[in-house]
Nanobody, 124 residues
Framework: QLHLVESGGDLVQPGGSLRLSCSAS????????IAWFRQVPGREREGVSC????????YYTKFAKGRFTISRDDAKNTMYLQMNNLKPEDTAIYYC?????????????????WGQGTQVTVSS
């Protein structure tokens, strides 16, 4: 059973950058699907990016593509989300998730483990 902890959330100005990290303990997520989600209070949680555990395919939502980069370091049991050119609408709680299903997807039932979330605030 995995335990996930996010870090790296902060207050940044529009156009700034952040790198979020998610460290796993209790096991390895090698070959598992990993993902980042985000949620604004009062709105549904939405997918940001994921890496398929089956073939390593990477997927981004429209708002993330070209600005965000997902990566994983299986040897360190850590995943990352590099966020560049941040916008006020990126303000949200960001969550990492891991699914034992190998399929890359933003379908939340596929994810077995979730972090507690880290706050990202983009404001002048």
């Amino acid at each position: 059973q995995l335990h996930l902890v996010e870090s790296g959330g902060d207050l940044v100005q529009p156009g700034g950058s952040l790198r979020l990290s998610c460290s796993a303990s209790g096991g390895t997520f090698e070959y598992y699907t990993i993902a980042w989600f985000r949620q604004v209070p009062g709105r549904e949680r939405e997918g940001v990016s994921c890496i398929s555990g089956s073939d390593g395919s990477i997927y981004y939502t429209k708002f993330a593509k070209g600005r965000f980069t997902i990566s994983r370091d299986d040897a360190k049991n850590t995943m990352y989300l590099q966020m560049n050119n941040l916008k006020p609408e990126d303000t949200a709680i960001y969550y990492c998730a891991v699914g034992e299903d190998y399929t890359g997807s933003f379908s939340e039932p596929l994810y077995d483990y979730w972090g507690q979330g880290t706050q990202v605030t983009v404001s002048s």
